[in-house]
C-alpha cells in the first residue's frame, strides 16, 4: 500500500472527512484491520484566509509549496491538497515536491466524463467559480459544459463557506440557499452539480435534490485510495 499525503486545514472540518473517507475507502477494499496509510500536514487556515483576502498569492505559494515538501520527506508517495480553492497553485505544489498530484479537479471530472454528463453546474468559493485555474481545466482538459451561479448567488455561497461552513456550523436557512441555487443552475440546464468546495457536502446531501451530486471530497479520496492500492 503506498502512503497517501495530505495537505489539510482548510479547513480542517473537511479535512476531517478526507481522513474517514480515506480509511473507509481502504478499508472497504482490503476489510479486516486494514486502515490508510496518511500522512497529514494540516496548517493555520488564519493567516491563509486573511492573505487570500488581501490577494496575497505569492505568500500562500509559500505556504503550500513548505507544506508539500514537509508531506514528502515525511515519506508520502503521492499528494493531495485537501481543497478545491488551493489547487489554483498546483503548478507551484507540483514543481516543490518530486511525488506526483491527484488533482481534485481530474478526479471529478473523470468521473463525470464516466457518468457521461457534459453541462454541469459548480458552486463553491468565490475564486473557484471565478477564476480560471478550475473552470479552464475541466473545459479544456474534458470538453465539460461548465456553468456558474449569478453574482449575487457566487456570494451568498461564498459567505457561507468562510462564515458557516468552515466553522462546522450548518443551518437549514443555508441549505435551502444552496438548493435554491441549484435548481437555477438546473434551469440553466445543468445535468448536475459539483460541490466544488470541500465544505459543501457537509450541508448539501444528494437527498436534497433530484440531479446528481458530485461530492469532490468524497471523489477525491476514492480516486486516493485507488493510487494507493495500484
Request: proline content about 2%; hydrophobic content about 40%; some cysteine.
Amino acid at each position: 500500500m503506498k502512503t497517501i499525503g495530505l495537505i489539510g486545514g482548510m479547513s480542517w472540518e473537511s479535512t476531517a472527512h478526507y481522513y474517514t473517507e480515506l480509511n473507509r475507502g481502504i478499508n472497504s477494499a482490503l476489510g479486516g484491520l486494514h486502515s490508510a496509510q496518511i500522512l497529514l500536514y494540516s496548517v493555520d487556515f488564519g493567516p491563509i484566509e486573511k492573505l487570500m483576502t488581501k490577494e496575497d498569492w505569492n505568500s500562500i505559494e509559500d505556504i503550500m509549496a513548505d507544506a508539500a515538501q514537509k508531506v514528502e520527506k515525511g515519506g508520502a508517495d503521492f499528494l493531495l491538497i485537501c481543497t478545491n480553492t488551493m489547487h489554483k497553485l498546483t503548478d507551484t505544489v507540483e514543481k516543490a515536491v518530486n511525488i506526483p498530484l491527484l488533482h481534485i479537479a481530474d478526479a471529478t471530472a473523470q468521473v463525470l466524463v464516466h457518468d457521461k454528463i457534459k453541462k454541469i453546474g459548480l458552486l463553491g468559493t468565490a475564486y473557484t467559480m471565478e477564476q480560471a485555474f478550475y473552470k479552464d481545466r475541466l473545459i479544456s482538459k474534458f470538453d465539460l459544459d461548465v456553468i456558474t451561479p449569478d453574482e449575487e448567488d457566487r456570494k451568498i455561497i461564498h459567505d457561507i463557506i468562510f462564515n458557516e461552513l468552515c466553522l462546522g456550523k450548518l443551518t437549514d436557512q443555508s441549505r435551502k440557499a444552496y438548493i435554491n441555487i441549484s435548481e437555477k443552475l438546473v434551469q440553466k440546464g445543468a445535468r448536475g452539480i459539483i460541490l466544488g468546495c470541500t465544505e459543501i457536502g457537509m450541508l448539501l446531501k444528494q437527498k436534497d435534490i433530484d440531479i446528481p451530486l458530485y461530492d469532490t471530497t468524497r471523489i477525491h479520496a476514492a480516486k486516493a485510495v485507488e493510487w494507493a492500492l495500484k
